[in-house]
């Protein structure tokens, strides 16, 4: 059974930091991991998708990685903003199977 | 595209009454979540359709929930009698397909059962 772990819980950080997010994950059998942003009281956002097949994915100041063999990616916000304070989770979908497990996600907060 | 549209987006009703939650998927996406949130467990997948058939229905909780896909546009969640610890934020998700495609959510049903 996947499954899907984020730490921390909870991070807080001054503006223009550069930060990186965790996420591990037990079965290194999948098709694939988004990223989303969920901000309070709204939905999902997906931000990045990486294939079992990539290493990475870029989107303007996001940058997603996977280490599929150890079962990990980060999520990398360059020069980050008040802006980014938001929930990030991961979800994985592991191959054979048609449903995303989510991580418990990673509360962000960027200070002025 | 609206993208994925939940209605309503707030509820607040009595133990024992019926509760629908409705959802239009973006038009060409040939799947559909259901999820539920909540802050001790996290998401939760329900249901999903393909096609509008019912795929997995595992982490449905009981017998009280249902859910429906009549046509490719729309969607109901319904809990009958409510209760209590069904409160929660009920999302309803949708993508081309599951392996290459992003997932796509709404704005979620905030569900409070008195």
């Known amino acids: 059974k996947q499954e899907v772990t984020q730490i921390p819980a909870a991070l807080s950080v001054p503006e223009g930091e550069n930060l990186v997010l965790n996420c591990s994950f037990t079965?290194?059998?999948?098709?694939?991991l988004q990223w989303f942003r969920q901000d309070p009281g709204k939905g999902l956002t997906s931000l990045l998708l990486i294939q079992s097949s990539q290493r990475e994915q870029t989107s303007g100041r996001l940058n997603a990685s996977l280490d599929k063999s150890s079962g990990r990616s980060t999520l990398y916000i360059a020069a980050s903003q008040p802006g980014d304070s938001a929930t990030y989770l991961c979800a994985v979908r592991s191959q054979g199977a048609q449903k995303l497990v989510f991580g418990q996600g990673t509360r962000l907060t960027i200070n002025p | 595209d609206a993208g994925v549209i939940q209605s309503p987006r707030h509820e607040v009703t009595e133990m024992g009454q019926e509760v629908t939650l409705r959802c239009k998927p973006i038009?060409?996406?040939?799947?559909l979540f259901w999820y539920r949130q909540t802050m001790m467990r996290g998401l939760e997948l329900l249901i999903y359709?393909?096609?509008?058939?019912?795929?997995?229905d595992s982490g449905m909780p009981e017998d009280r929930f249902s859910a429906k896909m009549p046509n490719a546009s729309f969607s109901t969640l319904k809990i009958q009698p409510s209760e209590p610890r069904d409160s929660a934020v009920y999302f309803c998700a949708s993508s081309r397909d599951t392996r290459g495609e992003k997932l796509f959510f709404g704005s979620g049903t905030q569900l409070s059962v008195l």
């Open positions: 359709f393909n096609n509008n058939v019912p795929i997995d």
């Open positions: 038009s060409g996406h040939d799947y």
């Open positions: 079965d290194s059998a999948i098709y694939n």
